[in-house]
T-cell receptor
Framework: DQQVKQNSPSLSVQEGRISILNCDYTNSMFDYFLWYKKYPAEGPTFLISISSIKDKNEDGRFTVFLNKSAKHLSLHIVPSQPGDSAVYFCAASFISSGSARQLTFGSGTQLTVLP | ETGVTQTPRHLVMGMTNKKSLKCEQHLGHNAMYWYKQSAKKPLELMFVYNFKEQTENNSVPSRFSPECPNSSHLFLHLHTLQPEDSALYLC??????????????FGEGSRLTVL
């Protein structure tokens, strides 16, 4: 049973418009959420994160929104650029044994930004 | 050398072969991970080493055998694999400490094909 779900396997957006990638989770223990970006033939790279004590975090063109009551988060990219075309993974974590956190990933959304 | 490096980047092996994947991190982190990425599926955590001690084995078949000789190196020994084991194997590292975010730094992955 997937605890982190990205229900849209792909998304196409016109350059300059907003891209909205969605993620749902089921485990109410999760208290820290991250987005990773992955280009072909490369490993995932960290993009932006949000703690459960916040509902919004912004970094340049990227904003992550968290709705705890709905167990939903979203990543907004505006304006979208062709270089943003990649697979985006949502990840969630909570503190397990001791101080260790382990990430649970979604299945990813392929974003294509059309010029 | 920077970040997390994995070798080989591509590996083709028969079902009776024995091979190893290598990972090295240059970030001074204290935890290392193996993840498996199959097409259109979430990244699956396989093994976690924290301070060189294996702290997680996520029900991985014994044909996958990890080794962590020190906090900078991680190996995944492969023996009598099945074609369904073909996937991208990602190594990651992180700094584990109380209150930490669990952010992972990934290598570029080793693409494994089992014939």
């Amino acid at each position: 049973d997937q605890q982190v779900k990205q229900n849209s396997p792909s998304l196409s957006v016109q350059e300059g418009r907003i891209s909205i990638l969605n993620c749902d989770y089921t485990n109410s223990m999760f208290d820290y959420f991250l987005w990773y970006k992955k280009y072909p033939a490369e490993g995932p790279t960290f993009l932006i994160s949000i703690s459960s004590i916040k509902d919004k975090n912004e970094d340049g063109r990227f904003t992550v929104f968290l709705n705890k009551s709905a167990k939903h988060l979203s990543l907004h990219i505006v304006p979208s650029q062709p270089g943003d075309s990649a697979v985006y993974f949502c990840a969630a974590s909570f503190i397990s044994s001791g101080s260790a956190r382990q990430l649970t990933f979604g299945s990813g959304t392929q974003l294509t930004v059309l010029p | 050398e920077t970040g997390v490096t994995q070798t080989p980047r591509h590996l083709v092996m028969g079902m009776t072969n024995k091979k190893s994947l290598k990972c090295e991190q240059h970030l001074g982190h204290n935890a290392m991970y193996w993840y498996k990425q199959s097409a259109k599926k979430p990244l699956e955590l396989m093994f976690v080493y924290n301070f060189k001690e294996q702290t997680e084995n996520n029900s991985v078949p014994s044909r996958f055998s990890p080794e962590c000789p020190n906090s900078s190196h991680l190996f995944l020994h492969l023996h009598t694999l099945q074609p369904e084991d073909s996937a991208l194997y990602l190594c990651a590292s992180s700094q584990v400490f109380p209150g930490g975010t669990g952010e992972l730094f990934f290598g570029e992955g080793s693409r494994l094909t089992v014939l």
